[in-house]
């Protein structure tokens, strides 16, 4: 069990770094452009690992199609919601309201897995809702609004992301033989699929973008790619996969929050907010009640 704990928080400093990158993207260039491109990176380094690997295992039409379905709600509808939420509201504060999360996962499988559901996880979102409350406040005091599309787009996000983690584990219940790249293989390829059939509705210029940015533009969002997608995919597959309890895996994995929040600071070269730091004492708070 501890294995699985040390892949979940190697899944979320590896994401608390490409987020950076995928915050400043997003703001210059589109979250949906940002999305295509890392899922296409990520397709094609998981693909190439699967290569190194020896190839591909045989996999059920209905095995892919929950990958592929798990893909498009995890890395393509939650992203597009997390990243419009990055760029609006920053990185820190929307993984703070990942706390959210362990509550839905927990629920969900209490009632998909038959596991244990804590009375805990109720009381802890409260102090996310301040959290969510101080979010708002900090903004109406700065821009005049309460900013609810920020929190809606990350709430959003965070829910879509749930619900792909619990189809992602039901579709390795269903494929014993098939190992972790794989399954990031075909979810990466289902968010992909999802932003080929977007780009048709809503055009976002993806080839004509990356002769834009230029070679230093592209070198560094690849490299927010490798560490934010493909890397802690790789990670976060394996400790969902092997993990007893999805809802504290969750829950570990919102220590990204904490990551996120000092390389933001640091990105950004200033001190944190007095309203970050005090939504941070609140989602300590409401931590306390996950554990």
Known sequence: MEQVYVYALAANLSFAVGV????????????LWVNCFKGAVAAALFALTLLAQGGFHAVSPGAAALFFASGMMGL???????????????????????????????????????QALEAGKVYAVLFFIVCLFIFSLESFKKQGHW??????????????????VLVTRYAFNASPGLNTVEGNFYRALGALLLFAALSRVKPFHFFAKIK????????????????GTYLSLMFYLSAIRYSGALAAVSGIAITGTIFASAFECLAERKLPSRYLLASFAFFLAGMAFLF
């Open 147 to 164: 900013n609810a599309r920020a929190s809606l787009y990350a709430l959003g996000g965070v829910a879509l992301d749930g619900l792909g």
């Open 20 to 31: 950076q990158f995928f915050t400043h993207y997003a703001r210059r260039v589109s979250s």
């Open 76 to 114: 393509g509808l939650a992203d597009i919601f997390l990243i419009k939420a990055f760029s609006l509201m920053g990185p820190g504060r929307t993984m703070m309201l990942f706390g959210f999360q362990p509550l839905i996962i927990g629920a969900v499988s209490y009632f998909a897995f038959g």
């Open 212 to 227: 834009e940015l230029g070679g230093r533009s592209l070198l560094w969002i690849t490299l927010g790619s490798v560490a």
